[in-house]
């Protein structure tokens, strides 16, 4: 039973650059969320992504984006990238709303 | 913001019980305390989670004060495995969003 798989595990851009990580959830998990985690500090939620649709989201700006596909694996997408957008990003999944959620590995985001 | 106040860092001697306390004074009657870990360069894991009777898994026990203010958890027997970064979330039981803190560095010496 694979857990949640994200990619690319590392991944090296420029100022202004967009970018895209993926995330496949858990098997039987039909639910998505991102968080980012800055250099010693805990992860902060992004949003979350049910039914192909966005739920929830936190206090990102809309250069953060993402979607969720029929077969729920899920996209972030990171427009006009910043230094400060390095960092960890985790996804997370989950079956249904307010159950345990299970991370990923994270993709380890550098902005030169 | 995080709803919780935790000590940055324990250490804990290994085969001992580790208590990592968290303080969650403004907690509503609604909100569940979780509690995670992250090993270094890691996603987070699920530890446990309690609304307000104590619990108890085969990772480790969570116990909450009466007037739920306050929790601490409780690995019963600590490894060096154990070792990692600890956070104690009060979430709220209508939404799914996970406001961490900065969470307790525990180190499991020999």
């Known amino acids: 039973d694979a857990g949640v798989t994200q990619s690319p595990t590392h991944l090296i851009k420029t100022r202004g650059q967009q970018v895209t990580l993926r995330c496949s959830p858990k098997?039987?998990?039909?639910?998505v969320s991102w968080y980012q985690q800055a250099l010693g500090q805990g992860p902060q939620f992004i949003f979350q992504?049910?039914?192909?649709?966005?739920?929830q989201r936190g206090n990102f700006p809309d250069r953060f984006s993402g979607h969720q596909f029929p077969n729920y694996s899920s996209e972030l997408n990171v427009n006009a990238l910043l230094l400060g957008d390095s960092a960890l990003y985790l996804c997370a999944s989950s079956l249904g709303a307010l159950n345990e959620q299970f991370f990923g590995p994270g993709t380890r985001l550098t902005v030169l | 913001d995080a709803k919780t106040t935790q000590p940055p860092s324990m250490d804990c001697a290994e085969g001992r019980a580790a208590n990592l306390p968290c303080n969650h004074s403004?907690?509503?009657?609604?909100?569940?305390v979780y509690w995670y870990r992250q090993i270094h360069s890691q996603g987070p894991q699920y530890i446990i989670h309690g609304l307000k009777n104590n619990e108890t898994n085969e990772m480790a026990s969570l116990i909450i004060t009466e007037d739920r203010k306050s929790s601490t958890l409780i690995l019963p027997h600590a490894t060096l495995r154990d070792t990692a970064v600890y956070y104690c979330i009060v979430r709220p039981s209508n939404t799914d969003k996970l406001i961490f803190g900065t969470g307790t560095r525990l180190q499991v010496f020999p």
């Open positions: 098997s039987g998990h039909d639910t």
């Open positions: 403004t907690i509503s009657g609604n909100e569940y």
């Open positions: 992504y049910y039914e192909e649709e966005e739920r």
